[in-house]
Each structure stands twice: as C-alpha cells, then as structure tokens.
C-alpha cells in the first residue's frame, strides 16, 4: 500500500492567476487506516478501511467466529 499519511484541502481549484494575490488554502490532516480480518473460520468486521481526519472517532464491530 501506498502513504497512510496526507494532507488534504477537500476541494479542487483550477484556473490562472493573472495578477498578484493572495490565496489562502485550508488544509486538513488525513490518516489511512486499514483493518484485517484474520479469522478463517468465519468471524466478520465491518469494512471501515478509508481516509480519516485527524482525531476522528473510528466505530469497528467485530462478530467472533461460531
């Protein structure tokens, strides 16, 4: 896997900038985290793999295998 780590702005901006000016671009700190199931005898976990914001609660529920 590739960075587990980046700074995101949320928002694209294209265009040119033709004169002097000032540009104020609010960032927002971004983690990837990425859980794995190793239960081979059916236990499940919901998928909640994906980009988080800094200091984001992460809900993950697990079921044990039978």
Do not use: K
């Not at 671009?25 to 499940?44: A, K, M, P, W």
Request: with cysteine.
């Amino acid at each position: 896997m590739g960075a587990t780590e980046r700074w995101a702005t949320g928002c694209a901006w294209n265009g040119s900038v033709t004169e002097s000016a000032q540009i104020e671009v609010g960032y927002r700190h971004q983690f990837y985290i990425q859980f794995t199931l190793n239960d081979t005898s059916g236990g499940e976990m919901n998928d909640v793999s994906e980009w988080y914001d800094a200091y984001t609660l992460v809900n993950l529920s697990a079921t044990p295998s039978p």
